[in-house]
């Protein structure tokens, strides 16, 4: 059982070329969320999407773009990379609306993104 | 809007026992939840409390008071696989996402 699977791993870019990071949940999940962690830092939430067709931004989505492409898959688009996206990018799923369920997200390993 | 705080860095040793303290301010929400995360890692859930009072998950409990604005996370039999970092996280009402804590680094010693 794969659980949450995220492309690419790493990835270099330059600045102001875009990319996509993909995200995707095989436990038939509601809801998906992106994170993004610096060094020493808490996860900070760029978008998420309570369910398929809806999605809402949180508290750092400047520069960021999602797609819900269907209750599997959830993708981050950077349109013109910036030094300050250099971070690590987390997608996780939870099963229902956060407001009902218990609290648990299951997280992807993580991607590691480098803007030069 | 929200603010959760927790102690930056912990260090304790193998077999003792350690609390992690997390307060927040906000003005309300459905629980709070900890999670552990790894060097290199992805955060892995530990427990949820949506009532006050004690959960207890084998050697990890968690603690809530909603009259206080507080909860801890209390692990015991310490080892070394322990040494990691822990994040608060509250679900508020009328968002529908996780907001996490900075996180404290624990460090196990032998």
């Known amino acids: 059982n794969a659980g949450v699977t995220q492309t690419p791993k790493f990835q270099v870019l330059k600045t102001g070329q875009s990319m996509t990071l993909q995200c995707a949940q095989d436990m038939n999940h509601n809801s998906m969320y992106w994170y993004r962690q610096d060094p020493g830092m808490g996860l900070r939430l760029i978008y998420y999407?309570?369910?398929?067709?809806?999605?809402d931004k949180g508290e750092v989505p400047n520069g960021y773009n999602v797609s819900r492409l269907n209750k599997r898959e959830f993708s981050l688009r950077l349109e013109s990379a910036a030094p300050s996206q250099t971070s690590v990018y987390f997608c996780?799923?939870?099963?229902?609306?956060?407001?009902?369920?218990?609290?648990?997200?299951?997280f992807g390993e993580g991607s590691r993104l480098t803007v030069l | 809007g929200q603010s959760l705080e927790q102690p930056s860095e912990v260090t304790a040793v193998e077999g003792a026992i350690v609390q992690i303290n997390c307060t927040y301010q906000?003005?309300?929400?459905?629980?709070l939840s900890w999670y552990q995360q790894h060097d290199g890692g992805a955060p892995t859930f530990l427990s949820y409390n949506a009532l006050d009072g004690l959960e207890e998950t084998g050697r990890f409990s968690s603690f809530l008071s909603r009259s206080d604005s507080y909860g801890y996370l209390l692990l015991q039999e310490l080892q070394m696989k322990d040494s990691a970092s822990y994040f608060c996280?509250?679900?508020?009402?009328?968002?529908?996402?996780?907001?996490f804590g900075s996180g404290t680094r624990l460090q196990v010693q032998p």
């Open positions: 996280a509250v679900i508020e009402t009328g968002r529908r996402a996780l907001t």
């Open positions: 996780a799923s939870s099963g229902g609306s956060m407001g009902g369920n218990t609290g648990e997200l299951f």
């Open positions: 999407s309570a369910s398929e067709g809806t999605t």
């Open positions: 906000t003005s309300g929400f459905y629980g």
